[in-house]
């Protein structure tokens, strides 16, 4: 901003800044917070910190002004749609996470959704713009009934094989977009099941990024994921070696985080010792999310069951179904009473 007063991104990525370090703060800057459903019209949230919020707030108003001005200046330009989309896209992004407003996001999604299109219109081999388009075409696509007619209606377009194709295009176009799309997919292919394209966009990024940490917590997350366990925790275990090492802003909750899923990756191989000295760390950890320890508990349940003590492997998945639920995560619950179940039928 000191050399260029009037530069529409890096205004928007000061706002950016102040998002992601709210993210962080809250503990919510992995893949695991977006794998459920996309349902609900408002998501309860913890209040994000005020300056950090007025920091964004004032940010992405300013890029939005810039935007408007090169988009009145230039009314046929494609990059000057393409900066409108972009900051637009930020702000709606920010509404539906940080505020949790899925609906309240609505607006700013549209414009972004319109921008994006009229890149494309102007400039069809411009397939960073599809990186805004495909995302919402998929996301419109994994709305219940209701949302997806009011998606229809406001102008939005559905289709999640044509999305997922768009953000693919976007993620393989040299653009300042590249590695944003490249992250989308690493989420939208963890969320489809495709763990080994998820496994191929973290490894490209590992590549570009080596020293970003929480690259190796996700590809740990997505071996896991894909029943490659040996491979999950031989990332954990190479990113826990990175956390030790690093002097930098932690996570809310990272620590418990790394050795819940490390524990689980051991769980799986067997290493029952091993798995349950990670888990007990992110139980005993004082900023663990309650998701997090819930499934650790998950975890300790079946140790507990391989070692024929289905009384302990009985209280601990019901204590992960109650962290579970406490804490928004319907998927780890689910799965803890699967566990119960189990354990009901074997003892019977």
């Known amino acids: 901003m000191k050399a260029d007063a009037n530069d529409a991104s890096a205004e928007r990525g000061l706002a950016t800044i102040a998002w992601l370090l709210i993210s962080f703060r809250r503990g919510t800057a992995t893949v695991d917070e977006y794998l459920g459903g996309i349902t609900k019209q408002n998501v309860a949230l913890r209040e994000a910190p005020a300056d950090l919020a007025s920091r964004f707030n004032t940010h992405i108003a300013r890029a939005t002004m810039l935007a408007e001005a090169m988009l009145r200046a230039k009314p046929r330009d494609a990059e000057a749609h393409y900066q409108m989309a972009v900051t637009v896209g930020l702000q709606a992004s920010y509404i539906a996470t940080v505020e949790g407003r899925i609906i309240g996001a609505f607006r700013a999604a549209r414009r972004a959704y319109d921008e994006s299109e009229m890149v494309l219109e102007l400039d069809p081999a411009r397939k960073d713009a599809g990186l805004i388009t495909g995302v919402y075409r998929y996301v419109v696509s994994q709305m219940s009934l209701p ?20 953000i ?27 763990y080994g394209e998820a496994m191929r966009q973290l490894a490209e990024l590992q590549r570009v990024y080596p020293r970003n940490r929480l690259l190796w917590l996700e590809s740990g997350g997505t071996a896991l994921r894909g029943g490659r366990a040996a491979d999950a925790e031989s990332q954990l275990s190479a990113g826990l070696r990175m956390l030790a090492a690093d002097k930098r802003q932690r996570m809310f909750g990272e620590e418990a985080l790394w050795y819940g899923k490390r524990g689980a990756a051991r769980v799986t191989l067997r290493r029952l010792d091993d798995a349950e000295m990670d888990l007990r760390r992110t139980i005993a950890a004082a900023d663990a999310r309650m998701w997090v320890k819930g499934r650790a508990y998950t975890e300790l349940g079946k140790i507990a069951d391989l070692r024929r003590d289905r009384a302990a492997a009985r209280a601990n998945f019901q204590r992960a179904v109650t962290l579970c639920e406490s804490d928004n995560d319907p998927l780890g619950a689910d799965a803890a009473r699967q566990w119960i179940e189990t354990a009901y039928s074997l003892q019977r």
């Open 147 to 166: 949302l997806r007619m009011m998606a229809y209606v406001a102008g939005f377009g559905g289709g999640k094989e044509r999305g997922l194709q768009m």
């Open 168 to 194: 693919e295009d976007a993620a393989a176009y040299r653009s300042e977009s590249q590695a944003d799309a490249r992250f989308a997919l690493v989420l939208l292919d963890n969320r489809e099941g495709r």
